[in-house]
């Protein structure tokens, strides 16, 4: 199968700057998938490239893919609004179940929901007031 998992990250030890990504594996299953995307962020954090700055990774979604029908489908749809207002975030529409399966947390969020408390992974430790 082929798996695309949605990403958002925070860089900066302050977690004031936010980012997103989408990574793309072919795998057996949603665990092997997620093996390998943690595999691959780790390598792109080792670079100079990009997720210099990230300390935490969340995973938003993973969309299991098993068929693409002939007029596409819409992957991932996040819209963020103006005043704190919060966003939306939703993935795989126009497509059934046998299609695309979502895994993951893409939800509806206001603007007072945080990221889900444990991260994905930790590319570094978040420098704290004591340290």
Not at 21 to 33: F, K, W, Y
Not at 73 to 85: G, H
């Amino acid at each position: 199968m082929i798996y695309l998992g949605h990403f958002s990250f925070f860089s900066a030890d302050d977690g004031s700057g936010r980012g997103y990504l989408t990574c793309v594996a072919e795998a057996q299953s949603i665990g092997a998938a997620l093996e390998k995307f943690k595999r691959l962020l780790r390598r792109l954090a080792g670079t100079d490239r990009i997720l210099t700055e990230a300390v935490e990774v969340y995973l938003d979604a993973s969309i299991e893919i098993r068929s693409i029908p002939r007029k596409g489908f819409l992957v991932r749809y996040c819209e963020e609004f103006s005043n704190s207002q919060g966003m939306i975030s939703i993935c795989a529409i126009g497509v059934s179940e046998r299609e695309a399966v979502v895994y993951g947390t893409a939800q509806c969020l206001s603007a007072e929901q945080e990221q889900p408390s444990e991260p994905f992974l930790v590319l570094k430790r978040r420098m704290g007031p004591l340290d």
